[in-house]
């Protein structure tokens, strides 16, 4: 079955980095790259372009500006390579980043957004940048994984998942978490920061569901003690030199406590590793 990958680009060094990423990632599986321009103009919505009487000036020079630019990054690796594993289609939308995501995925069948962490007009010093942790938040129909600009694609050592074991997840929630584990052949960690002194019957039995999802993957458990939970997630992972984060998107729950300002800006400028938002089918 080939995958279908959308690729979101406003043409800066850190979208194209995570487009090599993909393409790098993805490298022996038979994939369909769709490289995704959102063209936003201030003023103008999708419901205002009816006509052309609502199209003027502004918005015609930006879209004619965002095709220029697209037809450059045609020119550009990896889209010259000649992998024959890879086909790539090349859209340009005027609105809302957002929304746009949100209608390509579903009219696309898109399995996983992959995107920079940083554009072009994200603040210098802040890693994940806000169009990456709005698509993480808001983007549910299918996992995102943001690359940091300055993060080359090599092969992960391993892939750290933090849960706190109250939630009961299903297989379909992890595929794509084991889908990379298994693309770089790397081991999941399991990592909880502790803070109860012995786990409840419910987390027992969803610790014993969990094994029976990763059992296909290499995956270890580990404990953390006395720390905060965006602290602790960011220690294990520099100590280890771990390759990517993984989370289950649980909207105003665990995800959302690590998403949230200010953790955004601390996870994100002090980790630097590639972040995997999966999603709680519940919600």
């Given at each position: 079955m ?5 690729l979101?680009?406003?043409f ?17 599986e038979e ?5 995704f321009?959102s063209?936003?103009v201030?003023?103008?919505a999708k ?12 918005l015609?020079?930006?879209k004619?500006?965002?095709e220029?630019?697209?037809e ?13 594993n890879h086909?790539?289609e ?11 995501l949100k209608?390509?995925?579903?009219s ?5 957004v992959?995107m920079g962490?940083r ?10 940048g806000?169009?990456?942790?709005v ?9 995102v ?5 300055h ?11 933090p849960?706190?074991f109250?939630t ?6 992890l595929a794509a978490?084991?889908?990379i584990?298994?693309?770089?052949n790397?081991a999941i ?6 803070k ?5 019957k ?15 993957t290499t995956?270890?458990?580990?404990k ?5 939970l ?26 959302g406590?690590?998403f ?8 994100g ?10 999603h709680?089918?519940?919600?």
């Amino acid at each position: 079955m080939i995958k279908r990958i959308l690729l979101p680009t406003d043409f800066s060094a850190n979208s194209n980095n995570a487009i090599h990423y993909a393409t790098q990632l993805y490298k022996e599986e038979e994939c369909q790259f769709f490289i995704f321009h959102s063209c936003y103009v201030p003023g103008y919505a999708k419901s205002n372009l009816l006509s052309l009487d609502n199209v003027d000036q502004t918005l015609i020079a930006a879209k004619a500006e965002a095709e220029k630019k697209m037809e450059a990054l045609k020119t550009q690796p990896p889209f010259n390579a000649k992998n024959t594993n890879h086909t790539f289609e090349y859209l340009i939308e005027i609105g809302d980043l957002t929304d746009n995501l949100k209608e390509i995925i579903k009219s696309k069948d898109i399995a996983l957004v992959l995107m920079g962490t940083r554009g072009e007009t994200d603040s210098k010093h802040l890693i994940l940048g806000s169009n990456a942790v709005v698509t993480m938040e808001k983007i549910r129909g299918c996992p995102v994984l943001a690359i940091p600009g300055h993060i080359k694609f090599k092969v992960a050592a391993e892939i750290v998942f933090p849960t706190s074991f109250k939630t009961t997840y299903k297989e379909t929630e992890l595929a794509a978490l084991l889908e990379i584990s298994k693309l770089a052949n790397a081991a999941i960690r399991v990592l909880y920061i502790q803070k109860d002194i012995d786990f409840s019957k419910l987390q027992i039995e969803n610790k014993a569901v969990l094994n029976q999802i990763l059992a296909p993957t290499t995956f270890t458990h580990h404990k953390l003690y006395n720390q905060n939970l965006h602290n602790g997630v960011r220690s294990f992972v520099q100590s280890r030199d771990s390759g990517m984060i993984a989370f289950v998107n649980k909207k105003h729950n665990f995800f959302g406590s690590i998403f949230s300002n200010p953790m955004v800006k601390d996870l994100g400028n002090n980790t630097n590793v590639p972040i995997l938002a999966l999603h709680n089918l519940e919600h």
